[in-house]
């Protein structure tokens, strides 16, 4: 017997520490992968755990695609230099710093990796500055480091860090040149030497400049170096500190691998330190090529450059770093706090996918033939990140849409004002709404042939519906009244082809043409509703009355379609009883307060959606098992009971805490066995925040210029508190066994309850080691 008992409690223990190993340290949950810098569609470096769980020093930072963008950290204490970021080779022997702990919120991840007797916190801050626009456009993020000795005594400690010409490009053979601006501000900038403005290779730009900055005042301790990697980092391990040189010998970012180097002498000490600060930020100039009237092409900046310049801006970020980090923590309190009033797995899913959504918008700003700044031309792009690269997709802007509603709903007039714009010239031949601006950001140029992808009331209908609730969030008709006519002829093309669509695509364009699409039907009906409302808003009451009449007559047609034979449900397409799918559009029924569908409908579906659940949620339609998060997340908001709303929000929490990803954040997968389907690191996870949206009762407002206030979330105040636990005080990560028990076998034989629970008590001291 004792045997056995023995056999079952090292066994339960080793797979216990083999499935567990990744999440004993995290806070709230180990993501498939952790945002590090992640501020554009250009800047966007990860963390991707992989195997159970990935330290800092398991693996390089990779841009969202997975190519690895060069960032490497020491820390030496007394005589010992360990690593703390990256896996660097080809040098001087040093040792590896242990995962201690991570966390992630909806701006910061943070780890404590310790150094044998200095614990050293890294924190990642990609600020969310939504309501000041010149702080938000700037590309920057911030790396900062503080230690504290762990034993209760003091020692010498000095950091380093570096970043290589990866950052500039994937294609590793291109040449790149680099400079480095001395002063109380140190700046590394780099750039390939033949850049090629607005051009991408693998979703990677190929111009614009990398910049890796920290404040150096006078006697601060603050070394920089340039030069191959091999040599600097062996610089920093056998002298810690830096040589105060620049390597001029410019070349391949391949080529000896050049870096961009900082260290900074921490001196003798025990408590823990001020924070070392480093910002990394990637540039464009000009950022966006537009089309405007008569096919002129418009070039435009990132907005920051109207009141600065990046030369200017970067002590500026630099010094700014404690005032940005109590924003920080604010702006992560308030969501944390909204989202945790419908669940923790809810508030978990919205902390991730904040930065992320952030990350593939750009602010931007024109200037006059004079070269003066068109301050009230503000435009925003989003890139359509991993599904297609286009600018501006309208079907990816509509299921991002809750995050500027929640945040700041001026940064979606802005990007919505981008497609008005275009299509109010004329040069689009369609009598619907175009699909995208462009099909390779950052070139937003059009398709003056009409040739862009089809969706016509897929886009149609998205038009309307977010144009209407920009301005019921904040009271500005403007918009509406500026562009009434085009949102009139989309309305009128509504009311021909969405009560029975044609054989067309919706903005789930992955499963294919149908017609008579139940769901598209709802999102062409709502549109309509809409157009009833805006009619009002801008004083047409005739027009209004007809609109409204029109889908109200349309909702009961499409109610004696959209059944299945016995009523239990919405079909996917009509007249095919055994089909089902997501009705997803049915929320911006209740986002725009129309409520011309009946409650019985979303009863009828509350009811359905638990009897065709999988492993990983409700797939998307009966065509296939897979779903894309954000269609679950909606679908969750406008269910009429809890237990089916957290069935929705619980299979993606699911999901993405399964380790079955490495990818940031993707949100298209499969609800049996939780396989990828390919999408990573998209903006549409601000769809996420849907909930919040119909939670929402901020005031409405009407902001303008650089500081725009009260029309989202308030990021303000002075709480400096992150309202989060940092989870277990958890030591050692490197856990990393498999539970493979290949070599013995046990009985499957368990001990008699009492012993259970002792033994399970003696599994709690055995784990208080890792804890």
Not at 583 to 608: C, G
Not at 690 to 708: C, E, F, H, R, Y
Not at 717 to 735: A, H, I, P, V, Y
């Amino acid at each position: 017997m004792l045997s056995l008992v023995t056999c079952w409690f090292f066994s339960s223990v080793l797979i216990t520490l083999s499935r567990g190993a990744a999440l004993l340290n995290t806070s709230p949950f180990a993501p498939p992968s952790y945002p590090l810098a992640v501020r554009s569609p250009y800047l966007s470096t990860w963390l991707a755990q992989k195997d159970g769980g990935t330290a800092l020093n398991d693996d390089w930072s990779r841009f969202y695609t997975g190519q690895i963008t060069g960032w490497a950290g020491f820390i030496k204490v007394d005589n010992t230099t360990y690593s703390f970021l990256g896996t660097p080779g080809g040098v001087t022997s040093y040792a590896k710093a242990t995962h201690k702990s991570a966390q992630f919120t909806s701006t910061q991840s943070k780890f404590v990796m310790t150094a044998g007797p200095v614990d050293l916190t890294v924190t990642f801050l990609s600020p969310v500055e939504p309501h000041n626009l010149t702080k938000q456009s700037f590309p920057f993020s911030y790396l900062a480091l503080t230690a504290a000795a762990n034993d209760g005594s003091t020692h010498s400690v000095s950091v380093y860090s570096d970043i290589s010409g990866e950052w500039l490009s994937g294609n590793t053979s291109l040449a790149m040149n680099w400079t480095t601006t001395t002063g109380d501000t140190l700046v590394h900038q780099a750039q390939l030497q033949d850049p090629s403005p607005f051009a991408e290779i693998d979703d990677r730009t190929q111009y614009g400049s990398v910049y890796y900055a920290t404040q150096a005042p006078a006697n601060a301790g603050v070394t920089y170096q340039t030069g191959a990697d091999v040599d600097v980092r062996n610089q920093f391990i056998n002298q810690g500190v830096l040589s105060n040189t620049e390597d001029s010998d410019f070349r391949a970012i391949q080529e000896r691998w050049p870096v961009l180097a900082f260290a900074h002498d921490l001196g003798n000490i025990s408590e823990s330190t001020i924070p070392v600060v480093v910002a990394i930020g990637h540039v464009r100039d000009p950022a966006i090529q537009y089309i405007v009237a008569d096919g002129a092409i418009q070039k435009r900046s990132l907005y920051f450059l109207s009141q600065t310049t990046v030369a200017d801006n970067i002590p500026s970020f630099l010094s700014d770093y404690t005032d940005a980090i109590t924003r920080a923590n604010n702006f992560d309190n308030t969501v944390q706090s909204d989202a945790s009033s419908i669940s923790s797995d809810y508030a978990d899913i919205v902390a991730l996918s904040i930065r992320q959504a952030f990350a593939g918008t750009e602010i931007t700003l024109s200037q006059s033939s004079n070269g003066s700044w068109n301050g009230e031309d503000v435009l925003v792009f989003m890139k359509e990140i991993s599904s297609d690269g286009d600018v501006n997709t309208v079907d990816v802007m509509f299921p991002a849409w809750p995050l500027f509603l929640y945040t700041n709903p001026e940064l979606g007039k802005y990007m919505l004002n981008a497609v008005f714009e275009y299509q109010a010239t004329g040069q689009y031949p369609n009598r619907y709404s175009v699909h995208d601006i462009g099909s390779n950001y950052p070139n937003a140029t059009g398709h003056n042939d009409g040739k862009d992808e089809a969706m016509p009331v897929e886009e149609s209908g998205n038009m309307i519906i977010m144009a209407l609730s920009y301005a019921q969030k904040t009271g500005d008709t403007s918009q509406l009244a500026k562009y009434l006519d085009l949102l009139d002829q989309w309305a009128q093309f509504l009311i021909s082809d969405s009560l029975i669509p044609a054989h067309q695509l919706s903005t789930d364009d992955f499963a294919g043409t149908l017609a008579n699409q139940t769901n598209l039907a709802i999102k062409g009906i709502v549109g309509i509703g809409a157009m009833a409302k805006i009619a009002d808003m801008v004083g047409d009451d005739t027009k209004s009355n007809n609109y409204s009449a029109i889908a109200s007559d349309y909702v009961s047609q499409w109610q004696n379609m959209a059944f299945s034979d016995d009523k239990s449900h919405l079909t996917l397409s009509y007249g095919n009883s055994s089909s089902w799918g997501l009705s997803y559009n049915l929320y911006a029924d209740k986002l725009l307060n129309l409520n011309i569908f009946p409650q019985s409908v979303y009863e009828t579906q509350t009811k359905w959606y638990p009897t065709v659940a999988n492993k990983y949620g409700i797939p998307l339609d009966t065509r296939h098992t897979y779903v894309l998060s954000g269609w679950e997340i909606w679908t969750a908001a406008i269910m009429t009971n809890n237990s089916t709303r957290d069935l929705f929000i619980s299979s993606v929490k699911d999901w993405v805490s399964s380790g079955l990803s490495s990818q940031p954040f993707g949100d298209f997968y499969n609800t049996t066995d939780g396989g990828v389907q390919g999408f990573k690191a998209r903006p549409v996870v601000g769809g996420h925040l849907a909930l919040l949206v119909l939670n929402d009762t901020n005031s409405k407002g009407d902001p303008t210029g650089d500081n725009a206030t009260n029309t989202g979330i308030n990021t303000g105040g002075g709480s400096d508190g992150d309202g989060n636990s940092t989870g277990s005080n958890s030591g050692n990560s490197g856990s990393d066994g498999d539970g493979d028990q290949a070599d013995w076998a046990c009985p499957s034989v368990l001990p008699p309850v009492p012993l259970l629970l002792a033994l399970f008590a003696l599994m709690i001291l055995q784990l208080s080691q890792y804890l």
